[in-house]
């Protein structure tokens, strides 16, 4: 069983930083890609930043520059560094890790249960 276990979000004011921590744990063989996702309501969810094994990074357009992914192969971990936060940047943000359970079988998909960021005065 693979879980993934995200923490850091809370209320900031506009300006502000936040830290996201996701911290992947269970029956793991290897992790490929880690990131975080975002939904609003009523919205499909957006990517917000990946990382790979490798270190090959992507963001959305309207975070680079604001916020950083970072990952420590080590701990099973991915970051994410928010800086500059706005109003808009407020909603649930989900970790997503493509993981192979075992080494003889596919890579899978697996989320989080998502944690809230608010930015607001």
């Known amino acids: 069983q693979v879980q993934l276990v995200e923490s850091g979000g809370g209320l900031v004011q506009p300006g502000g930083s936040l830290r996201l921590s996701c911290v992947a744990s269970g029956s793991i063989f290897s992790i490929n890609a880690m990131g975080w996702y975002r939904q609003a309501p009523g919205k499909q969810r957006e990517l917000v930043a990946t990382i790979t094994s490798g270190g090959i990074i992507d963001y959305a357009s309207s975070v680079k520059g604001r916020f950083t992914i970072s990952r420590d192969n080590a701990k099973n971990t991915v970051y994410l560094q928010m800086n500059s936060l706005r109003p808009e940047d407020t909603t649930v943000y989900y970790c997503?890790?493509?993981?192979?359970?075992?080494?003889?079988?596919?890579?899978?998909?697996?989320w989080g249960q998502g944690t809230q960021v608010t930015v607001s005065s």
């Open positions: 997503n890790a493509r993981i192979k359970p075992e080494r003889w079988v596919f890579e899978r998909n697996y």
